[in-house]
């Protein structure tokens, strides 16, 4: 099989790691087992039967099913106040609903459900413990409580309005944000203050200067008048003084723009200053971005609002205004000083559109619009206090994306300093973005891809960064310690598949790893530091939780066991991770291939060749040749029962997959669909040398991105497969979302060739081969409308070899097993009749 075993990383069942195989410089491990579970030969039962067989027959009617069947695997992990136990949710049997079960550290494996009115204990959305670590306060929805060393828990606050970002001041008050306003209440006496207030409106004056003439002459000969304005000027002057001097009054708000409106405000821990970020409070979206539904109970049609297209949406600018609270004026926090502000960054991109059109383009260097920066973690604020009130950063971002800056304020001069700018060519990734202070010294850590992966740096205000991790593989998921000896970290550093647990001594540099559990592995460190919670997922066993504590070598601790019986009785196809050598890269293209049992028809010599569907995952940069659970599963056992009935069955992680480093992600800047269906000519070579596959008998699918690799390599390469289904598709990338479409091809004023040479609906006059569309209309991700468009152009273009399948009641994640059952009975027939 030319050399196959050499490029395979094979996602065993429980696998441990032993010896290594390499197609590049670097050397990765090999998962291997003594009790590998292979799927049963090709079975000669039709697996679109109704039930699943005694003969081992994997059916689309079992698999497309309430997922329940095959275990309830435990979700949202966590721990309680102290770290003395665990915590997390399972869903009910026959329920949509979850429960929440809690065990100790001492006794992790014998869980208890926690009763409906005690999970306020252990489920809050969020939690903050004062410097030493004696009094925690938590927010469960609206209501706030509190818990002190040696004493009972108490409940400040129940209901009312909205209470956000909880955080203990310097001086033991705990500030919170409710409406417009950040209070503080001091524990000990209850006593509440306002620290800052804020409005978007006119401030109000006692007496404003005369509009015109006629107005003057009115004040100079109307005595009346002019008694009546010293009498309201010298009212306000002693409210403004009695706010100042005496305890009864608060100080004024503080006023902005009438036509702006917040993005954030937070006041620093020691009460001195407040950082308040404005826009302009302009709709984000066109009342013509509705999306209907059609099937409701009342029997009409349901306009629902959609979110805007990228085409449609217009630049924004951020303004971050610097507030002290002593006088409560407010200084505006120039971007003028940041390095490359008034860069015209997209200059030879809007000179290539510019020459498409005939014209010429001359370089611009008009301020750029910025905002803080948007990640799509929400655990990662772009608005940072030291613990002691006097550092503030703040992560900014370009609005073209091109461009991060971490920045410092100088409070003294009301100036942003900068410590870091991020710059990329293509743009600047919007998920490895955390940032934040150390708890005793005024010393940023953050993550950067400065040198090509997402890495983890330490750096003091204007000195020169410290790069704490390096190599060729991603840092994730930070946790900071207490004493700020370690910072804890998720990462792929021995195989691009496999994350492990680890942490990075601050002051050395010097990394360990904490788990050798070999999969994808997620961890909650507890409140104490002393345990490691895991969630440990492999290829092919869904997850489950381990517990580990920190610092010993003892390996971690499996303490649930939810897998159904069923499940683990079914033969599934266990995936190997292949490194495919790629034609247009120094790096492989990792992927998944499921391979028959049957050797003799892996062997060139076999009378027939094999049948062989490659599925495409979906949102572009997401990993899916990994050793862990996939996002898929219902894929993967249609990979399986495809894989039972005689295919092979390939999953590669093409560029733009996450998990790679900077370069494989960026590679689909303006060109989208382009590097991928490449690397996909690379992986059905691959199928063709290695795994006895006939070229004229390959067929592919995917859903979302996928949904748009089908289109891209049926229309742009036409015999590269002899059929693909296409799962809610884009086919316009105009029609997608800005904060998605924008980073990887600028946006259709600017850059129009980008979106024209990436969009699908371009190149529909290439179908040569059966194509199925299959649309869910009310998709409030991928628009229906995109597949209608298509739809239309395929009929105008006189093509006679597609169908479309749509479902009335179906998201963007399809939610009816009736359903799923559906499209993929389609699915299977089209690669049946076809391949």
């Not at 009342?298 to 006088?327: E, G, Q």
Request: charged share 25%; glycine share 6%; hydrophobic share 35%.
């Amino acid at each position: 099989m030319k050399k196959m075993l050499s490029l395979v990383i094979a996602a065993t069942l429980g696998g441990s790691l032993s010896g290594c195989a390499s197609t590049t410089s670097e050397t990765h491990p090999v998962a291997t087992s003594t009790s590998v579970q292979s799927p049963a030969p090709a079975a000669v039962v039709n697996p679109m039967v109704e039930d699943t067989h005694s003969d081992g027959t994997i059916t689309l009617k079992k698999i497309m099913s309430d997922p329940q069947w095959m275990g309830r695997s435990p979700s949202r992990p966590g721990w309680n106040l102290d770290g003395s136990k665990l915590v997390y949710e399972q869903e009910r049997e026959n329920s949509h609903l979850r429960d929440v079960y809690t065990a100790s550290v001492n006794n992790p494996a014998n869980a208890e459900q926690v009763p409906l009115s005690e999970q306020y204990l252990y489920r809050f959305d969020e939690k903050t413990t004062n410097a030493n670590g004696t009094v925690t306060a938590f927010r469960v929805g609206d209501s706030l409580f509190v818990k002190r060393d040696g004493q009972p828990l108490e409940q400040l606050v129940r209901g009312g309005e909205s209470l956000r970002a909880l955080r203990f001041m310097t001086d033991g008050r705990l500030m919170f944000s409710a409406g417009s306003h950040i209070v503080a209440i001091d524990l000990e006496s209850g006593k509440r203050e306002q620290l800052l207030e804020w409005k978007f409106a006119d401030k109000p004056e006692a007496v404003s200067a005369p509009n015109d003439y006629i107005a003057e002459e009115q004040l100079s000969l109307i005595r009346y008048l002019d008694k009546k304005r010293k009498q309201r000027q010298a009212s306000a002057d002693r409210t403004e003084t009695l706010k100042q001097v005496s305890p009864a009054f608060v100080a004024e708000p503080v006023y902005f723009d009438k036509g702006d409106r917040l993005v954030t405000a937070s006041v620093s821990p020691n009460g001195q200053y407040a950082v308040v970020v404005t826009t302009k409070d302009v709709p984000y979206r066109d009342d013509t971005d509705i999306m209907p539904h059609y099937i409701q109970e009342d029997a009409r049609i349901k306009p629902v609002r959609a979110r805007a297209r990228v085409a449609d949406v217009k630049s924004a600018n951020h303004d971050a205004w610097l507030v002290d609270l002593k006088t409560n004026k407010k200084t505006k926090l120039s971007f003028v000083g940041l390095p490359g502000y008034n860069d015209d960054v997209l200059a030879e991109v809007k000179a290539e559109n510019a020459k498409a059109k005939g014209e010429n383009y001359q370089v611009n260097r008009l301020p750029r619009d910025i905002t803080l920066m948007s990640s799509w973690d929400a655990n990662n604020p772009s608005v940072s206090w030291s613990n002691d009130g006097n550092g503030l950063a703040l992560m900014l971002e370009a609005w073209d994306n091109k461009d991060r800056w971490i920045v410092t304020v100088d409070f003294n001069n009301a100036k942003l300093v900068t410590q870091e700018r991020l710059h990329d060519d293509a743009w600047v990734n919007y998920s490895h973005n955390r940032m934040g202070w150390l708890n005793h010294s005024n010393t940023l850590y953050y993550q950067s891809e400065k040198d090509g992966y997402s890495h983890l740096y330490v750096q003091q205000p204007g000195q020169t960064a410290r790069q704490l991790t390096a190599g060729k593989f991603v840092v994730e998921d930070l946790t900071l310690s207490d004493n700020d000896k370690y910072i804890y970290y998720r990462a792929n550093k021995k195989h691009p598949g496999i994350y492990e647990i680890y942490r990075v001594n601050v002051e050395t540099g010097a990394s360990e790893a904490l788990t050798e559990l070999n999969g994808m592995t997620d961890y909650v460190l507890s409140p104490d530091q002393q345990t490691l919670l895991l969630t440990h997922s492999k290829v092919n066993r869904p997850p489950e939780l381990y517990i580990k504590k920190v610092g010993q070598t003892a390996a971690a601790k499996k303490i649930t066991d939810t897998i159904s019986d069923e499940f683990l009785s079914m033969p599934w196809a266990t995936p190997q991770v292949v490194a495919i050598p790629s034609s247009h890269t120094d790096q492989p293209i990792y992927a998944r291939v499921y391979l028959p049992n049957d050797a003799a028809s892996m062997s060139e010599n076999a009378g027939a060749k094999n049948r062989a569907v490659v599925f495409n995952h979906g949102a572009g940069y997401l990993q899916n040749a990994h050793l862990g659970w996939s996002v898929y599963f219902r894929e993967f056992m249609f990979n399986s029962m495809l894989v039972q009935q005689g295919y092979v069955v390939m999953d590669m992680d093409y560029r733009s997959s996450k998990g790679y480093g900077r370069d494989w992600r960026t590679a689909i800047y303006r060109q989208m669909g382009k590097p991928e269906v490449e690397d996909l000519n690379d992986g059905v070579n691959w199928l063709v040398d290695n795994a006895n596959v006939d070229r004229e008998r390959i067929g592919t699918y995917g859903g979302s991105y996928g949904g748009f690799l089908t289109f891209m390599s049926m229309f742009t390469d036409p015999d590269l497969f002899a059929a693909g289904a296409a799962l809610r598709p884009v086919t316009d990338w105009a029609h997608y979302n800005a904060p998605y479409t924008a980073n990887i091809l600028n946006t259709p004023d600017v850059d129009p060739l980008a979106f024209e040479r990436s969009s699908p609906i371009y190149f529909a006059e290439g179908l040569q081969n059966p194509l199925l569309i299959i649309s869910p209309m009310v998709d409030d991700n991928v628009f229906f409308q995109d597949s209608v468009r298509l739809v239309q152009r395929l009929i105008e273009l006189e093509k006679q070899n597609f169908e479309t399948a749509i479902y009335p009641v179906e998201p963007h994640g399809f939610v009816q097993p009736s359903s799923w059952l559906d499209e993929y009975r389609r699915i299977y027939k089209l690669f049946e009749t076809n391949l």
